[in-house]
T-cell receptor
Framework: GAVVSQHPSRVICKSGTSVKIECRSLDFQATTMFWYRQFPKQSLMLMATSNEGSKATYEQGVEKDKFLINHASLTLSTLTVTSAHPEDSSFYIC?????????????FGPGTRLTVL | TQLLEQSPQFLSIQEGENLTVYCNSSSVFSSLQWYRQEPGEGPVLLVT?????EVKKLKRLTFQFGDARKDSSLHITAAQPGDTGLYLC???????????FGKGTSLLVTP
């Protein structure tokens, strides 16, 4: 149980294009999903908290217009990197918190490696 | 501001040795989780501790939550090469809030 998937697992795009990353909770409902960014050999940096049916809450320093987050259902959240640039290249990871789970346990997706040329 | 300080940041040991990773904070956490992450993959939840003084065991891994719920430790007995990975502690100040992650401990166990 508690499986989270991400798609795509790897994407390479040209500078200026937009990229959408999907995060799905496969066997549970998630009212809250989180998006993280991770640079090589570093820990996870929280980008935003996504609540189903409402606007995402972004962390300080994260551009809302650049990283568009949509959480349209209890099993799906999407992150769109708009007008991507090389500095946006990173490992993006989502996590989901079960509606029935306690103690803030989050279950993570396998991550998406974004490379912007 | 880094709420959770993890140490050591890097650890390279030989198979069979024991090790302890520490996660410290000046803040009180409602719960604390330990995750293990392998390169190119997402973190995998190892354990959640919620009660001050709590000790949980997962095979050769022993997790402890401090009495004041401000710190935690992960002890691995007789480490194996398969234990290699990035170990992350994470805690939530309040129930339902986002997790704060430590910087991680990169463990390498050589045969």
């Amino acid at each position: 149980g508690a499986v989270v998937s991400q798609h795509p697992s790897r994407v390479i795009c040209k500078s200026g294009t937009s990229v959408k990353i999907e995060c799905r909770s496969l066997d549970f409902q998630a009212t809250t999903m989180f998006w993280y960014r991770q640079f090589p050999k570093q820990s996870l940096m929280l980008m935003a908290t996504s609540n189903e049916g409402s606007k995402a809450t972004y962390e300080q320093g994260v551009e809302k217009d650049k990283f568009l987050i949509n959480h349209a259902s209890l099993t799906l959240s999407t992150l769109t990197v708009t007008s991507a640039h090389p500095e946006d290249s990173s490992f993006y990871i989502c996590s989901a918190k079960s509606t029935s789970g306690g103690y803030n346990e989050q279950f993570f997706g396998p991550g998406t490696r974004l490379t912007v040329l | 501001t880094q709420l959770l300080e993890q140490s050591p940041q890097f650890l390279s040991i030989q198979e069979g040795e024991n090790l302890t990773v520490y996660c410290n904070s000046s803040s009180v956490f409602s719960s604390l989780q330990w995750y293990r992450q392998e390169p190119g993959e997402g973190p995998v939840l190892l354990v959640t501790v919620v009660t001050g003084g709590e000790v949980k065991k997962l095979k050769r891994l022993t997790f402890q939550f401090g009495d004041a719920r401000k710190d935690s430790s992960l002890h691995i007995t007789a480490a194996q090469p398969g234990d290699t990975g990035l170990y992350l502690c994470a805690g939530a100040l309040y129930s339902g809030y986002a997790l704060n992650f430590g910087k991680g401990t990169s463990l390498l166990v050589t045969p």
